[in-house]
């Protein structure tokens, strides 16, 4: 089955995030596509600047035999071209998309459609596509966040997507909240194995987060004990009952085998 039929039936997809090479390279985007092998019935495909894009890899990605998820980011860019955007994704075969703002400083055209109309632009243009929507569980403002999700949600997403879980308690009210008012809308949660504490300060600052004091004393006292960690947040993950599925991403834009070994080992640990 694929992500969006296994969220649907409940069996705790996973999926991998990836970031594609700076110019179209099939055999590394390939490598990085295949890190967990069989362990990953997805690959979310990042948007970033001066990269080939997420739509094109997914397209190649597709034509290898692999079930990706376009980030259709919507800064900077007009209804016009977003719309030729989803023509060709319909077109290349992409069933599933993740709509989002994207990172990068960008002015918008005018009249470029918001998160709410890209979304329902996307059920129109590819009917019957699994659309997700994200959600940024650390910013302070609850309620302006659920407000600014759940047009999303009626507007056609189906599933939403966290940012990195390092604290499952500070989900916790936003995953009761879509459960009472979406309760069909299943939940996603990212997950990132830590194991420098360089890597974990640079997380902090890009997130406007702290990461957990327990946490930080694992990664510093070494790999193993930091592999530990993101074994038992695997875990709780699993067991969780506001938790539909993985989307896992590494700190490293390239990991090396041997960290895809180890995170399919978390995955196995926790019975997925």
Known sequence: MSFPERLAAGTFPVALEITPPQAPLPRVLLRRARLLGDAACAINVI???????????????????????????????????IVADLKRAAAGGVRQLLVIRGDHRAADAPGAPTIRETVAL????????????????????????????????????????????????????????LRERHPGTAIVAMAMPLLELDAADRIESRLKLALPTSLRSRIEAGPEEAWAAFDELIAALAKSDIV?????????????????????????????
């Not at 079930?67 to 071209?81: N, S």
């Open 47 to 81: 948007q970033r600047p001066n990269r080939q894009t997420s739509l094109e890899a997914s397209i190649e990605l597709i034509a290898a035999g692999l079930h990706p998820v376009w980030h259709l980011v919507t800064r900077g860019r007009g209804r016009d071209e």
């Open 122 to 177: 996307a059920r129109e243009h590819i009917p019957g596509a699994a659309i997700g929507a994200t959600l940024n569980q650390y910013v302070a403002d609850r309620a302006a966040v659920l407000r600014n999700l759940f047009p999303k949600l009626e507007a056609g997403a189906s599933y939403v997507q966290t940012q990195p879980v390092f604290d499952l308690e500070a989900l916790r009210p936003y995953g009761e909240a």
């Open 244 to 272: 539909d599925g993985l989307a896992i991403m590494t700190f490293e834009m390239d990991p090396s085998p041997e960290a895809g070994t180890r995170i399919v080992e978390a995955l196995r640990k926790a019975d997925l």
